[in-house]
Structures are given as structure tokens and as C-alpha cells.
């Protein structure tokens, strides 16, 4: 990774002295040379050696002792003056495309991705429509600020699509498997780094789910987890859900850990920070953790046929 001329730029213009560095998991390695770039330039670098899962967890904390935070990897959820973004975006050859082709069913599509790619997708689009697809590409929401966009936390572009299909280009089955539990569309998924293209199959995870929201029903003690982190705070519906049942009180949290939730032990606990915390990290906890919509099922609140997918508006 190369500092840009343009954030040096920026940062001069703001006669920023001490620069706080924060960088996600897949960046953290490069830490080290961007402060050193950093410091050949005149500037004081102060890297956040804390996880950091997106741009709702900003680091804070270190603005007391820096002038500016630049934030690696990902798109802004909301504009500060203190806090500059730099995406990291991430080019793959659009005829990795043509292994997706043989499993698109409908000549309209939605297209979505990832922030490291949505640079291609207007390539992506013309590539498609050379083809015979139309590939339709959507504002998000407030979260997603670039079309096409999606999250682990919002999947707006590819509801807004209104496709029957909907082709996510990215790594990994969170984000894909979210579009489906979101839109009810058919969903395929094409990763153009390791060049694998499936159809994404929800009802798995599912069963897991409703499995756990079972398991949970004898809990006396339920914790309803909220994050302290200012970009996935969720106050109201935590406040909310704890109204629902007088076994449940609120727990804030500013790291929700396996450790940290068994030494709590309480028999069940529910998540209002980042979704992907039940869905992803479910294994490593030691009780089950729901998502609200599962545990306003457990509640008797909400019906099992109205199941939904755990979003940040």
C-alpha cells in the first residue's frame, strides 16, 4: 500500500501535526510502512493497535491525543470533520465474470459488492449488458454511501434492486447469505479472487438459528448486548427488548468476547452491536447469542415465518 499524495495533500491543508492510523484486519500489516511514510513527511503517526471491524468503530479514543484519524478500508457512515477515509480498493479481470454467466437465470439482475470493488461496477454493468444481462445497480442507504454497495449491516442496494436475482461479487458467504435472508431473491455468488461462483443456499444457517432460538428458551438470566461504539449504538431497540420479557437488562459492552460474556454468565444473550457478532462469531460464545428479530420469536412477538435478517438502518 502506497500513501496517496492526495491524503498528504489533506492532511497539510488541515495542518494536521499528529496523525492517528487505523486499519482493519486485512490492512493492519501495512501499518507500519504508512507511518513510516507518514513521518519522512513530517507528520507524527499514532497507529491503533485495537481490532477494528468497520467504519462503525472508529478509534475514538485516540483523537484526544492526534490532530486527525485516517481510517483504512472503508467508506464513511457518517461525514466528521476529525475522521479522513481512505478505501482501499481492490481490481479483479472482469471476465471472471464469464464463470458466473452459466448459473444467471434471468436476463434483468441486481449487482452488487463489497467497497473494495465498487470502482468496476459500471465496467461490470456494460460487460453484462454486452452479453444480454441487464445488470441493475441501486443506492444503499446512509451506511452504503457508494451504489451497489452493501454490508455486513446493511443490504439496501440489493433489496432496492427489486431482481429476482441478484449476482454479489465479493469473498466470503456472510454478506451473500445476508442479501438472500433480506431480498428472498436467488443469489449467486462470485468470488473474483479465488475464481469460485455458487448459489447461495440460506436454509442451512437457518435451522441453526431457530435451533439456538430453541435452546434459549429456558434461560433464566438474558443479557441484551449494546455497543458502545458510536457507529453501532442501538439504544432504542435495546431499551425495547429488554421491555420485552423482565428476565432480560441491558449489558454495554465496548468488546463483546467470549471471555467477557462467560465471566458475565448469564444463560442467553442478545446482540444490538454488529450483526455479524450472532451470526459469525456464534460458535466461539459460550450461550447462545441472538439476533433481536430471534429473540422477539422467543418473545412470541414476532412468528417464525417472519424471520429478518439483522440490520443497521
Not at 478500508?73 to 458466473?100: M, W
Not at 429476482?164 to 458467504?173: D, N, P, R
Request: glycine share 6%; net charge negative.
Amino acid at each position: 500500500m502506497i500513501l496517496s499524495s492526495d491524503l498528504i495533500r489533506t492532511l497539510r491543508e488541515r495542518n494536521a501535526r499528529r496523525v492517528a492510523l487505523q486499519f482493519p484486519a486485512g490492512l493492519k500489516r501495512e501499518a507500519f510502512r504508512i507511518a513510516s511514510q507518514l513521518k519522512k513527511e513530517g507528520f507524527e503517526p499514532l497507529i491503533s493497535g485495537d481490532p477494528c471491524y468497520g467504519a462503525c468503530d472508529l478509534a475514538d479514543d485516540l483523537l484526544a491525543e492526534a490532530d486527525v484519524l485516517v481510517h483504512f478500508g472503508h467508506a464513511p457512515l457518517e461525514p466528521s470533520s476529525q475522521v479522513l477515509y481512505e478505501i482501499v480498493s481492490r481490481d479483479f479481470d472482469l471476465e471472471v465474470l464469464t464463470i458466473a454467466l452459466p448459473l444467471i437465470s434471468e436476463t434483468r439482475i441486481g449487482l452488487v459488492t463489497t467497497v473494495q470493488h465498487v470502482h468496476l461496477l459500471d465496467r461490470a454493468v456494460q460487460w453484462l449488458s454486452e452479453r444480454g444481462i441487464q445488470a441493475v445497480v441501486m443506492e444503499g442507504s446512509p451506511r452504503t454511501p457508494n451504489p451497489g454497495q452493501v454490508l455486513g449491516c446493511s443490504f439496501e442496494a440489493a433489496r432496492r434492486t427489486g431482481a429476482k436475482e441478484i449476482l454479489f461479487v465479493g469473498t466470503g458467504l456472510f454478506h451473500p447469505i445476508g442479501i438472500q435472508l433480506a431480498t428472498g431473491a436467488r443469489v449467486i455468488s462470485l468470488d473474483p479472487i479465488a475464481r469460485e461462483v455458487q448459489v447461495i443456499d440460506a436454509s442451512r444457517m437457518l435451522r441453526k438459528r431457530f435451533a439456538l432460538i430453541e435452546s434459549a428458551r429456558g434461560a433464566g438470566s438474558m443479557g441484551i448486548l449494546v455497543s458502545l461504539k458510536r457507529g453501532q449504538q442501538r439504544w432504542d431497540l435495546a431499551r425495547r427488548l429488554a421491555s420485552l420479557t423482565d428476565r432480560a437488562v441491558l449489558v454495554a459492552m465496548h468488546e463483546v468476547t467470549p471471555e467477557e460474556l462467560l465471566d458475565l454468565g448469564m444463560e442467553c444473550y442478545v446482540n444490538t452491536a454488529c450483526p455479524r457478532l450472532a451470526y459469525d462469531d456464534q460458535p466461539r460464545f459460550p450461550v447462545p447469542v441472538l439476533t433481536p428479530s430471534e429473540f422477539e420469536i422467543l418473545c412470541g412477538v414476532r412468528s417464525w415465518n417472519e424471520y429478518q435478517v439483522d440490520e443497521i438502518p
